[in-house]
């Protein structure tokens, strides 16, 4: 094992252990004294199966496993489109073994790539803690003794396991439904969105483009949070094994899904290998989370979404773990907008299979995990395939298939993993470094202040920003307006770089998974709005954010500094439900712990 990896996981362990400690503790009692079907009355019990039909007996024996199922079904996702008819097929494959399965509640799920650069981006962050509280909600019926999760985007997987986490002495799996096919390039996506800033073709070619690539059901083709998700499941042990990017609507799909509700019903407290999912998620499978993050350039949203993770389980990770871990953890994946490459080339390359025996071989994931499957985190070395209707495994490709998308941990494409950690006086901050050149890891210029992304994208067009410069859009965190993604400014922001421009982001706000080669320093905490010295900048001043030399700092005299008022932020926003959000807004904590009121208020 290497000893970084050992000695992080240490750290967070002892970081953790009274906290961990109660939490193993509360979990002991929900299994040993909590609420539980048997505990229901009667009526309780009548109203739970009223609307169960064939299954009312089953349920009503009490002898075998009732499934809950916490789906994020909608088709506004393409990525969610495919759970259409998942809850049928859970119920036949749980009948099948002698089981049942209901629905016990849904989730909203948001498509941040519908609200991008849109005012419901405000309420994308909110909407995991959302999910968490609609979890509860629907096991808080009381009437299972496992649970399916069906979620697979942005803030759901992480609302999903939050929300989990609380009844953690449940086993849980999570379904993924896999990647839509390939469409348009990603990289002729982004060509064509920038001859669109630059004013070169109109809406209408734009628009073609976008439906090229964005085109059936099933999760979009890039390297975002969502697949990032995806990633994290496999490299946790919470999926079935190789679950992840395997197509929609395949008969491979299909039968991994049968295995998951078959798996559920034998790793329940009753059956002979009982894995809760409080026990499968302890410190080795959060640092397993980190370390598959960094070897593959997972989206950023991660340092904000695995912290909130971990707190559930009792759990405390920080940055500057994510920024050790980093220092040993190579860059295997190049998927875009790391590459060229698509989530299914890179299934076609060999996928997390390769990863993870790479990363296994090299010391830097722990085996010995308590996973969903039969044994430990070895079984996610191997891909599912179909012999005949048979699901079986094969060990993965032991060369990549394609060098330009994976690469060995003996040779990979950089020896340390794609996030750094920024700190300075202007706050602690994380950029991406794995989407950037090299020569682009530190940038020192003027900089501009701007409330919000649509007046950067006015000043883009009004020709203001033309010239070597730090933007900074402050005003964007949790407790200004929900920390929206800002990656709309990618495409102005990517032309004035291609001018040869030096160009750098500073926000307290968030960017996409997707958003790629400008460097961002982003996250940055103490906000703006709680009072974070970004309110005390100023046009003008020389700013230098540097993943060389993990810096984020204003080079303004102590004395000018101090003398500063800071700016006032702007009004809260009405409109899209977003006044409802004002006690997540009031009340969030700081993006390095998660970002959550609803974690910070329940002392968690
Ligand atoms: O974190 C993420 O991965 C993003 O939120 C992603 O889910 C979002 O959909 C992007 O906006 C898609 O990219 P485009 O907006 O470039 O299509
Ligand atoms: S990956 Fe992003 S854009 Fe695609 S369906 Fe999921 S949330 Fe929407």
Not at 222 to 236: D, H, K, L, P
Not at 297 to 303: A, L, R
Not at 513 to 527: F, L, Q, R
């Amino acid at each position: 094992m290497n000893p970084v990896v050992e000695a992080v996981t240490a750290r967070i362990a002892n970081r953790s252990k009274r906290r961990r400690d109660a939490y193993l503790a509360f979990i002991d009692r929900q299994r040993d004294a909590g609420p539980r079907r048997s505990a229901l009355s009667c009526s309780n019990l009548a109203h739970a199966f009223a609307a169960s039909g064939e299954d009312k007996q089953t349920i009503a024996g009490a002898h075998a496993i009732n499934i809950g199922v916490v789906t994020a079904y909608n088709d506004m996702l393409s990525a969610h489109a495919p759970y259409y008819r998942y809850p049928e097929q859970i119920k036949i494959f749980a009948r099948e073994v002698g089981a049942t399965a209901q629905i016990a509640g849904g989730a909203p799920a948001m498509c941040d790539g519908v609200t991008q650069g849109q005012d419901g981006m405000e309420l994308s962050l909110f909407s995991r803690d959302t999910i968490a509280l609609a979890t509860a909600v629907g096991l808080s019926h009381a009437m299972f003794e496992g649970a399916l999760l069906l979620g697979i985007c942005d803030k759901i997987v992480p609302g999903l396991l939050i929300g989990m986490l609380r009844f953690g002495h449940l086993p849980a799996i999570l379904v993924p439904a896999g990647p839509m096919p390939s469409g348009l390039p990603n990289r002729e996506k982004a060509r064509i969105r920038q001859l669109f800033a630059e004013g070169k073709i109109g809406h209408d070619k734009l628009l073609e483009a976008e439906s090229a690539s964005y085109h059936a059901p099933g999760t979009c083709t890039f390297y975002g949070t969502a697949n990032s998700n995806q990633m994290m499941m496999e490299v946790m042990g919470l999926h079935v094994p190789g679950a992840a990017f395997v197509n929609p609507g395949t008969k491979l799909r299909q039968q991994l899904t049968r295995a998951a509700v078959h798996r559920i019903t034998e790793i329940g407290s009753e059956g002979q290998d009982y894995r809760p999912l409080a026990h499968c998620i302890d410190e080795k499978a959060i640092v397993n989370a980190a370390v598959g993050l960094l070897a593959t350039g997972g989206s950023t949203n991660h340092t904000i979404h695995l912290p909130a993770i971990a707190r559930a389980a009792g759990l405390e990770i920080d940055w500057s773990d994510f920024e050790e871990l980093g220092t040993v953890v190579p860059l295997l994946a190049r998927i875009y907008p790391n590459g060229g490459g698509d989530v299914n080339d890179f299934q076609a390359a060999g996928g997390m299979a390769f990863v993870i025996r790479e990363l296994l071989e090299a010391g830097l994931l722990h085996q010995d995990v308590l996973t969903v499957w039969k044994n430990d985190l070895g079984a996610y070395a191997k891909q599912p395939a179909l012999d005949g209707d048979e699901l079986v495994w094969r060990s993965g490709a032991t060369i990549s298939r394609d060098e330009s998308i994976l690469r060995t941990a003996q040779a990979p494409f950089s020896l340390d993993g794609g996030i750094r950690l920024l700190t300075g006086n202007l706050g602690r901050c994380v950029m991406k470094t794995s989407a950037v050149a090299p020569e682009r890891w530190t940038i020192e210029a003027p900089a501009r202040i701007f409330p919000d992304q649509d007046d950067v994208l006015r000043a883009f067009e009004a020709g203001e920003i033309d010239r070597d410069m730090v933007i900074v859009v402050r005003f964007q965190g949790p407790r200004a307006n929900g920390m929206p993604e800002l990656h709309k400014l990618m495409p102005p922001l990517g032309v004035l770089q291609d001018r040869g421009l030096s160009i750098g982001l500073v926000t307290d706000g968030r960017m996409s998974g997707a958003s790629g080669k400008v460097p961002a320093a982003i996250h940055v905490w103490p906000e703006a709005h709680a009072g974070g010295p970004l309110a005390r900048l100023r046009d003008g001043d020389v700013v230098r954010l540097s993943a060389d030399n993990g810096v984020v700092e204003a080079l303004v005299s102590e004395k000018d500094w101090n003398d500063r008022e800071p700016a006032l932020p702007p009004r809260d926003e009405q409109g899209l439900g977003r006044e409802l959000f004002a006690m997540m807004r009031q009340h969030a904590d700081e993006a390095e712990k998660g970002a959550s009121a609803m974690l910070a208020l329940a002392g968690l």
